[in-house]
């Protein structure tokens, strides 16, 4: 069924008319981004053209969509805004919490169990405030949008990095800290600043071995982890036509590890197949009536150079399978050359584990491919020689492929299938292996591959690939195995090689599922009480955070300088630390515990001036806190890259963190910090960065003075009695700087609904 269709017919009624008015407004044809962006201003922000990537504009999305290891934190953030319900439609969806290691009902099972105090919270809050609730099992967020709540020329966002797989459906949907989604669940106005729009122009047809996947992983080559910062891109062309919905998800999911803001792909007859598919025939029919506009104008795909900030070109004629890695989703290699890379590098050789499925690539499609690899394998008398495991993406998706005996063939080869949820990609894997710090290579059809991500594992290699090329690699496995060149030996001795996988785009009979696993809320949520035990490890509610005074700038220890790369997943990790992710106290004891220190290469190892000892960085923090001593962070680029995790942001808060100073930051981590009344800096003179020493004490001796476009002053104080002064720069807004005066956007917020 259609979700939110009388929302939908209203957007599309106003559409046309709005569109109309931003190209005269504006006086050029306009890319689909600018459509979407300029017809969902809020009022706060009237239509004129704004700058990008310089001017902060306000904007109303469509709806909030939350995954359970973030709805938490938000959740308890909007108890606080003083509303007695969501102002636009919202969901919660229970996906993350779900530990993979039986398969999946047992490991369903235990999640009820060990999480029911969680679910329960959830469910009890989205009952009392309006929001739909999808139950533990009913599947992954993103996969669970796309079947149900995402539409053409919509825009949402989501508490999670991978929101943007919506763009498969020709929206704009962007990741964000759960503070954004107050401010929208609130009713207030969302800040964004205005996007740079890169265009990639698809030709030619995908074939043979290469799929959707492979577009996004030859793009993450190019534009690396930070290149897409700042921007939506924009896929366009024959190409982009030719693929279909869900591989448009893929490309759009995936987006989040080049640090795009989203990414999207103008309506075409593929999206409108996928909404019949999937019940929502009135949308599609509603789409159709206004197609022109849920795409971009025919001129700036003609000339994208006149009309985008940057254009790249990729023929799906000639595009080879890719595999990216280890430890970075941008390190791309062409099948072609990987096998010489695993011995360049010395990548371990022996793939131990292949596993396929997750948010980005667990479509009817990515599944019925890799099943025609698994068929051909029986029949050929070959067995997978690597751990393989399936994620379905949905209740929908797993009872559509059991019924078609997908899930069957995977298990005649030795396949185990795992609950619909994140699992292994985001570290929920209680991994079968019998020495967890072994160097080894694992290969996954999923999205980030950051060290220790998927296995707590600092010596796991993770290459990510297309479900197809992970099925094929975890029968031979071999790393070093090339499916479009190499052959392999079978239990009879006999040589034989893999055809071309292939695949429908949609079920042939249609889509089923018995109990999808969506709860509506009350209709009157105001007799309920959300109860939080006091004594809960789990679960605590929130205190506003004390705005930040001039005299805690000054003076301020150096918690952690970090070196190299610095995550979302270094700040704050995920796998088993998911279980405090509702308990800030809790879970601020694993703050930048995964950072590399500066100073002695370690990690969680951190010189603390009141004990002269060294400590674990939380130690150090509540320390320096309980001692009234401010602390600052540095770190180098792309600081916060990875996941949308708001924790990472309100951990260090909590620890009396007050500046985060660095070279440069990943969009929603900055934002985060912002949202939490934190000083989120950066260093004007990157080599700056060399000056600062474990011993400094460090003030900004301007705080006082802290104004939109104004740069700061930092000033190091020497343990040997010498100094250095440099300037800082900052992005804050007006409104953002008071974000800092009020403690956190959400005490600003609350006092304006309360005033």
């Not at 919270?121 to 009392?128: A, G, N």
């Not at 890169?198 to 290469?210: A, N």
């Not at 985001?426 to 060290?451: C, K, Y």
Request: aromatic content about 8%; glycine content about 10%; overall charge negative.
């Amino acid at each position: 069924m259609a979700f939110d269709i009388d929302l939908i017919k209203k957007v599309y009624a106003d559409l046309p008319g709005k569109v109309a008015e931003a190209r005269e407004k504006l006086g050029k044809p306009l890319t689909l981004t600018e459509k979407i962006l300029y017809t969902h201003l809020h009022p706060e922000s009237p239509l004129r053209q704004y700058g990008r990537g310089k001017d902060y504009v306000f904007f109303q999305p469509d709806r909030v969509a939350m995954q359970d290891a973030t709805a938490q934190m938000a959740l308890l953030q909007f108890m606080m805004a003083g509303r007695d319900n969501v102002a636009v439609p919202s969901t919660v969806h229970c996906d993350h919490l779900i530990l993979a290691e039986d398969g999946a009902d047992e490991d369903l099972a235990r999640a009820n169990d060990q999480n029911r105090e969680v679910y329960d919270f959830l469910s009890t809050v989205s009952d009392k405030y309006g929001l739909g609730f999808w139950k533990p099992g009913a599947g992954i967020i993103h996969q669970i949008v796309l079947e149900n709540y995402a539409f053409p020329g919509g825009m949402m966002i989501g508490t999670d990095s991978h929101t943007p797989n919506a763009g498969g459906l020709g929206m704009v949907a962007i990741g964000v800290g759960g503070a954004d989604a107050v401010d929208v669940m609130a009713g207030m106005p969302w800040e964004l600043k205005m996007p740079k729009v890169i265009g990639v122009k698809l030709t030619g047809k995908l074939s043979g071995w290469t799929s959707s996947k492979d577009v996004i992983l030859k793009v993450a080559g190019i534009l690396t982890v930070k290149g897409g910062t700042g921007a939506i891109v924009e896929y366009f062309g024959e190409g982009a036509r030719n693929l279909s919905c869900t591989g448009k998800g893929t490309i759009c999911n995936m987006g989040a590890e080049i640090g795009a803001t989203t990414s999207t792909f103008g309506y075409d007859e593929a999206m409108s197949r996928y909404l019949k598919a999937t019940d929502r025939t009135e949308v599609a029919e509603l789409a159709d009536g206004i197609a022109e506009h849920l795409t971009g104008d025919d001129e700036c795909y003609a000339n994208p150079e006149k009309y985008f900030d940057r254009v790249i070109e990729i023929d799906l004629s000639t595009l080879e399978p890719h595999i990216n890695g280890p430890y970075t989703p941008d390190r791309a290699f062409p099948i072609s050359e990987f096998a010489a890379a695993v011995d360049k590098f010395e990548f371990p050789p022996v793939l131990e584990v292949g596993l396929i499925g997750s948010c980005t690539n667990s479509s009817y499609e990515d599944l019925d491919r890799a099943a025609s690899l698994a068929r051909q394998a029986k029949q050929k008398g070959l067995k997978v020689k690597s751990e393989f495991t399936v994620t379905p993406g949905s209740e929908q998706i797993r009872f559509t492929v059991q019924r078609d005996g997908i899930l069957d063939t995977f298990e005649e080869i030795g396949g185990v299938v795992l609950a619909n949820a994140c699992g292994p990609c985001i570290g929920q894997w209680a991994r079968h292996t019998d020495d967890p710090e072994r160097a080894n290579s694992i290969l996954t059809s999923f999205n980030r591959n950051f060290a220790k991500r998927n296995d707590g594992n600092p010596q796991t290699r993770g290459f990510v690939a297309s479900p197809e090329i992970v099925t094929a690699m975890a029968i031979s496995g071999s790393m070093k195995f090339n499916p479009l060149t190499d052959t392999l030996t079978n239990e009879r001795g006999e040589e034989v090689r893999l055809d071309p996988p292939t695949g429908v785009e949609l079920p042939p009979k249609g889509f089923d599922v018995g109990d999808a696993g969506y709860q509506d809320p009350a209709e009157d949520g105001s007799g309920i009480e959300v109860k939080v035990d006091p004594s809960s490890d789990r679960l605590q509610l929130l205190d506003p955070f004390k705005p930040i005074q001039s005299d805690q700038v000054q003076d301020m220890r150096v918690l952690i300088k970090a070196k190299g790369k610095c995550t979302t997943d270094h700040i704050s990790m995920a796998g088993p630390w998911l279980t405090y992710r509702g308990h800030l106290e809790n879970i601020s004891q694993n703050c930048l515990i995964g950072a590399i220190n500066a100073y002695n290469e370690k990690t969680n190892e951190v010189i603390n001036y009141v004990t002269d000892e060294y400590m674990a960085v939380p130690d150090s923090a509540t320390t320096y806190r309980d001692n009234g001593i401010g602390q600052i962070v540095v770190g180098e680029e792309n600081y916060g890259e990875g996941s949308s995790r708001e924790h990472a942001a309100m951990e260090p808060r909590f620890l009396g963190v007050h500046a985060v100073l660095v070279k440069s930051f990943a969009r929603i981590h900055e934002t985060n910090l912002k949202k939490q009344g934190m000083l989120a800096l950066t260093f004007v003179n990157p080599d700056d960065y060399e000056k600062v020493r474990q011993d400094d004490k460090v003030s900004l001796t301007d705080f006082a003075a802290m104004a939109p476009g104004r740069n700061l002053t930092v000033k190091l104080d020497h343990a040997d009695g010498t100094s250095d002064t440099f300037e800082v720069a900052h992005t804050y807004n007006q409104a953002q700087i008071d974000w800092v005066s009020a403690g956190s956007a959400l005490n600003k917020i609350r006092q304006e609904l309360t005033a």
